[in-house]
């Protein structure tokens, strides 16, 4: 069985906070993928990456960094979160389907 | 990129038929997934067909896929109170490279 899991399952920081989400796939899979989700708006991608060290621009990248030094991690990074950044982070890996962690949901005070 | 439509609200009684609709944009999508997202939940692959195929069915799910008109549903036989959740539809144009897009999702409620 895929899995994808992600570091948190709820976490609260405050606005101007260096905010780390991580996820880890054990398929060895090259593409991975970071969406938020908010209410009515369906999932957004924010970034992805079809290998190490690569990365792409997803449709809402600003206010987002991620990394990939390594095959089964992909981490996002919100150098100074905010308030709008507010939302259910969720990560995804890739072969021939698409699999899900649980999602993270992030507060910020 | 593509734009995907879905229609927000669906709610079935108990033991009916529920019909989820999907509209997409890109004619090279080859790949139409379905996931299924309980609540507090991550999305769950439910299903998905190749562009070279009309129908599938699995169990009490059927996709319809009418190429010509963009147009996917999904169909759930007997529906129980479990299927509540939000449905997505995701195309692709690759089964292994490029990304999925997703429409907002349809909130299934089923009513006992």
């Known amino acids: 069985d895929v899995k994808v899991t992600q570091s948190s399952r709820y976490l609260v920081k405050r606005t101007g906070e260096k905010v780390f989400l991580e996820c880890v796939q054990d398929?060895?899979?090259?593409?991975m993928f970071w969406y938020r989700q908010d209410p009515g708006l369906g999932l957004r991608l924010i970034y992805f990456s079809y290998d190490v060290k690569m990365k792409e621009k997803g449709d809402i990248p600003e206010g987002y960094s991620v990394s990939r030094e390594k095959k089964e991690r992909f981490s996002l990074i919100l150098e100074s979160a905010s308030t709008n950044q507010t939302s259910m982070y969720l990560c995804?890996?890739?072969?021939?389907?698409?699999?899900f962690g649980p999602g993270t949901r992030l507060t910020v005070l | 990129g593509e734009d995907v439509e879905q229609s927000l609200f669906l709610s079935v009684r108990e033991g009916d038929s529920s019909v989820i609709n999907c509209t997409y944009t890109?004619?090279?999508?080859?790949?139409l997934y379905w996931y299924k997202q309980e609540p507090g939940a991550g999305l769950q692959l439910l299903t998905y067909i190749f562009s070279n195929m009309d129908m599938k069915q699995d169990q009490r799910l059927t996709v319809l896929l009418n190429k010509k008109d963009k147009h996917l549903s999904l169909r759930i036989a007997d529906t129980q109170t479990g299927d509540s959740a939000i449905y997505f539809c995701a195309p692709s144009r690759g089964s292994t490279l490029g990304r999925l897009y997703f429409g907002r999702g349809t909130q299934l409620t089923v009513w006992p």
């Open positions: 398929m060895d899979h090259e593409n």
């Open positions: 890109d004619s090279s999508s080859t790949y």
């Open positions: 995804a890996s890739r072969a021939d389907t698409q699999y």
